[in-house]
């Protein structure tokens, strides 16, 4: 219990997927004492399309980068579909084992799997972010405790993924923010600036028909070129604070 808490504690402070899914992986291969564990996971690139990695406990990676990505066999089927835990003494031996081709079963040079237990990675929407997968070549190694851990597990690396999730997407709704303010400033700057030419024009146009009128110029005129002269003083100074 106490390194569950811990591996806890660890990922629900962590932003970055692929950290949270190898400290997950690696406390599931150790807490269970399965032989080697997988979680392999989708994520989003930037323009929101799909796309499975992995990470790998207990062997080199290299064990599995000659293998495809697992598909939607009815091995893995319950997993990927959100459907529960899948714990078997002997996979060898399940009825849904080797339904599907190519293989038939296990890839050639793949690890020697009996002990099978597999738990669904589920978000709070219901998505399924993706599996922990475990093995051992030995059969019946995985026993209750096991699947509890590996459920308790999982759940908390639904947590932590949906927080990065979340953190991710407010990093971008920030920077997005940033943008517009920048936009913003600059449009607010070429705006005041062409406002500038056409402002002063008003204004000396003003002055010239207060000077052509000389003597003429009645008292409400004058008022409203004054007038008309205040107001383009105040646009100026409106302008001028976005500068």
């Not at 997950?24 to 979680?39: D, P, R, S």
């Not at 709070?124 to 030995?138: A, K, N, Q, Y």
């Amino acid at each position: 219990l106490g390194k569950l808490n811990e591996i806890g504690r660890l990922v629900s402070a962590e932003h970055d997927h692929h950290a949270i899914v190898h400290a997950v992986n690696e406390a599931a291969t150790a807490l269970t004492k399965a032989q080697f564990g997988a979680f392999f996971y989708n994520v989003l690139d930037a323009r929101g399309g799909s796309y499975m990695l992995y990470t790998i406990s207990g062997v080199p990676r290299e064990r599995f980068s000659s293998f495809p990505m697992p598909r939607n066999t009815k091995v893995f089927a319950p997993t990927f579909s959100g459907d529960g835990v899948v714990r078997v003494d002997d996979i060898t031996k399940d009825p849904r084992y080797g339904q599907n081709t190519p293989y038939h079963g296990m890839p050639e040079g793949h690890l020697p799997v009996r002990s099978y237990l597999a738990a669904p990675v589920v978000s709070r929407s219901g998505e399924v972010i993706g599996g922990i997968f475990l093995g051992h070549e030995d059969v019946a190694v995985f026993d209750e405790r096991a699947e509890a851990v590996a459920m308790a597990l999982a759940a908390q690396a639904a947590v932590a993924i949906d927080n990065a999730r979340l953190y991710g997407e407010a990093k971008h709704l920030i920077r997005a923010l940033e943008q517009s303010n920048r936009d913003l400033d600059q449009f607010a700057y070429v705006t005041s600036h062409d406002l500038k030419a056409p402002l002063r024009g008003i204004s000396s146009l003003s002055e010239w028909l207060e000077e052509d009128l000389g003597a003429e110029l009645r008292g409400d005129t004058k008022k409203h070129l004054d007038l008309l002269r205040g107001r383009v003083r105040r646009m100026e100074a409106v302008s001028y604070t976005h500068l």
